[in-house]
């Protein structure tokens, strides 16, 4: 097994209060990572291959201009898939397994609308480029919850817009069935951190947008990492790593690195390493010891940013204001704060964000993007304003 060398080190300083609210920007909802992405200039889009134009591939409606195309796409989520567009006419393309081919039509466009698969990256190791994908921990995952399992007929290209159209997808692995184009693809949900060499199969995959996040006390200062509270070091929360006193952070760093499957953070001073595996995350950090380090390993959740579309708070939402599914998210009960759930965010597999409650401190932490809100009072939503990678 191999580590990919894209898994780069990334540290964020906090914030002077290292509060989520105290630095908090409120945005409308505007994206989550996936866009439009034009496959041709002079095309029709198409299904399987250039002649597949079945008409339930697609409705027809008249807009204006493409951007009001885009936008009828949009309202129609999950089901749009992508756009066909010439001047008064609009094709919304629901095709479940997406679009994978145009066919050459003047004055038309073709988009297709979902994850920036011209973006997803390869790395050839001592097996070429045969390597099956895995994640935290050496992890090959299990269908449903790492990935989903769909068998193509136009080879990785047919894998790749598997992954466009999927709700989440962070990567992809293919192989080919036979000869004729067949394949098995596996649309990956969870993130891929390294590879096994595997014959005839390619692993794809999105950069890893975790990385390390300072953690500082409420002053501001940097401390020694806590769990619940500043006083919370209990011993359970962490490993004690063997380490030398010529090392630096970065070796520290390294060896969490090395067990991101449980490791959630670090604690760092001259000679002493702990890795924190606390479920929950790193909380706080203690006061008046500035000779500590405390970094927090996973998702960047000092860039969630308030979503108020209509000027008002709310709960989080997938596509449409009333699309609240309990498989999109992980219930949290009776946690402290809004950083309090977001330190289980940055700790968890996946987050896009976090839905807050203040009064009884629900937290959900959510798998997939959150594209809408719904105003409900006494809840905030906070995700990621994207777009692209």
């Known amino acids: 097994m191999s580590a990919l060398r894209f898994l780069s080190l990334i540290v964020c300083t906090a914030a002077e209060s290292g509060s989520l609210r105290a630095t908090a920007t409120l945005f409308h909802v505007k994206g989550d990572g996936r866009i439009?992405?034009?496959?041709?200039?002079?095309?029709?889009?198409?299904?399987?291959?250039?002649?597949?134009?079945?008409?339930?591939?697609?409705?027809v409606l008249q807009t204006d201009s493409l951007q009001d195309c885009r936008e009828q796409c949009l309202q129609k989520l999950p089901g749009c898939k992508g756009i066909g567009y010439s001047p008064g006419r609009c094709e919304v393309w629901v095709r479940p397994d997406g679009i994978f081919n145009t066919a050459p039509l003047a004055g038309s466009v073709c988009e297709r609308f979902g994850w920036p698969v011209e973006k997803l990256s390869e790395q050839v190791s001592y097996a070429g480029s045969s390597n099956q994908c895995l994640g935290d921990g050496g992890d090959s995952g299990s269908s449903g919850t790492h990935w989903d399992y769909h068998t193509t007929r136009g080879g990785l290209e047919d894998c790749k817009a598997q992954c466009s159209a999927a709700t989440v997808c962070l990567?992809?692995?293919?192989?080919?069935i036979n000869r004729g184009g067949y394949g098995h693809c596996k649309v990956w949900k969870r993130l891929i951190?390294?590879?096994?060499g595997k014959t005839d199969t390619r692993c794809l995959y999105f950069r890893d947008p975790r990385g390390f996040e300072v953690?500082?006390?409420?002053?501001g200062s940097n401390g020694p990492c806590r769990g619940l509270s500043p006083n919370d070091n209990n011993a359970h929360h962490y490993n004690l790593a063997t380490f030398y006193d010529s090392w630096k952070i970065r070796n520290c760093r390294s060896l969490c690195h090395q067990s991101l499957q449980?490791?959630?953070?670090?604690?760092?001073s001259k000679g002493r390493c702990e890795l924190w595996t606390r479920p929950e995350g790193i909380y706080h950090a203690a006061e008046n010891l500035t000779a500590f380090t405390c970094e927090r390993w996973g998702w960047p959740v000092k860039e969630l940013?308030?979503?108020?579309?209509?000027?008002?708070?709310?709960?989080?939402?997938?596509?449409?204001?009333?699309?609240?599914?309990?498989d999109y998210y992980q219930v949290h009960e009776a946690t402290h704060s809004l950083d309090d759930c977001a330190a289980r965010c940055a700790a968890s597999p996946v987050c896009f964000g976090v839905e807050f409650?203040?009064?009884g401190g629900r937290c959900e932490v959510w798998n997939r993007p959150i594209r809408a809100t719904e105003p409900v009072p006494g809840h905030e939503c906070w995700a990621w304003v994207v777009q692209g990678f």
Do not use: Y
Not at 171 to 176: C, D, M, Q, R
Not at 263 to 268: A, N, S
């Open 305 to 326: 940013q308030g979503m108020v579309p209509a000027g008002t708070w709310g709960a989080c939402r997938g596509d449409t204001s009333n699309d609240n599914s309990a």
């Open 215 to 219: 953690v500082t006390s409420a002053s």
């Open 36 to 59: 439009f992405h034009r496959l041709s200039d002079n095309g029709a889009c198409r299904g399987r291959d250039k002649e597949d134009n079945n008409a339930e591939h697609f409705q």
């Open 262 to 268: 449980t490791c959630k953070g670090i604690e760092f």
């Open 357 to 359: 409650a203040p009064e």
């Open 171 to 176: 990567g992809i692995e293919f192989s080919p």
């Open 193 to 196: 951190t390294s590879l096994r």
